[in-house]
């Protein structure tokens, strides 16, 4: 049986923006992401992966979205609201198109902000309002979420089924189960060697590694801030 594999990516090629501290390691160059696609496409059994991308960069729209196109695969794309329209980030007329072309939104918040670190209020206002905005634009439901650097504890866990997502996507890495509502994506870097890509796209994972993941999840899911 295959394994299901999370692949996410942040900004591709040149950026159109000003970069946060420690972004610039997950700008990917463009042959990098599109070998990481060709790899992707070629698998057996490529629907076993879930592509995922954050930030809404202008690169998901320009680079990535063709590349996926053109090889017939599918991808989520999570949405900081508070970007929309701004330079160097993806506007609603790119969001139709993404969706358009059989694309999924979903939401990484308004602000680009580590939802363990919010009060109640600031958490419900980052996860209901970037879901009602991404709704007006798009005209569906928008029940997935992209967890903004990975951080997680209990209570956003609590707050995303609150708010009607259905799944949530974290940076835990390594494999997910089916029908699970919390699911581990691996983010790529630019400084990650062919053998770190082919581990990864692979799903395997050193037995320590694995341990250290699932003891930090369960950690997390059990921990409540703020």
């Known amino acids: 049986m295959t394994k299901p594999i999370g692949i996410n990516f942040h900004g591709i090629g040149t950026p159109k923006r000003s970069l946060e501290p420690g972004e610039a390691p997950y700008w990917l160059s463009v042959g990098k992401f599109e070998r990481v696609l060709d790899r992707i496409a070629a ?9 995922t991308f954050d930030d809404s960069n202008l ?14 695969l599918r991808a989520r794309f999570f949405v900081l609201t508070g970007r929309i ?17 059989d694309m999924t939104i979903g939401s990484h918040g308004i602000d680009h902000l580590a939802w363990p ?23 569906c439901p928008v029940v997935e979420a992209g967890i903004p650097f990975g951080r997680y504890d209990t209570r956003v866990l ?42 990864i796209l692979s799903g395997h994972m ?21």
Not at 59 to 72: E, Q
Not at 85 to 98: E, M, N, P
Not at 117 to 138: H, K, V, Y
Request: net charge positive; glycine share 8%.
């Open 43 to 51: 698998d057996p059994d490529p629907n076993r992966f879930t592509i």
């Open 59 to 72: 690169s998901d729209h320009d680079i990535a979205l063709p590349a996926l196109v053109t090889r017939g």
């Open 85 to 101: 329209g701004q330079a160097g980030s993806l506007d609603a007329d790119h969001l139709r198109r993404l969706q358009n072309a």
């Open 117 to 139: 670190t919010l009060d109640d209020a600031a958490l419900i206002r980052e996860l209901s309002e970037s879901r009602a905005q991404l709704e007006m634009i798009c005209g």
């Open 158 to 199: 609590r707050a995303l089924r609150d708010a009607g997502y259905t799944t949530a996507w974290s940076s835990d890495g390594g494999i997910w189960r089916k029908n699970a509502f919390i699911r581990p994506r691996t983010s790529l870097r630019e400084d990650m060697s062919d053998q770190d890509l082919k581990a």
């Open 206 to 226: 050193p037995l320590a590694r694995r341990f250290r993941r699932a003891l930090g999840m369960t950690r997390r899911r059990w921990t409540t801030t703020g």
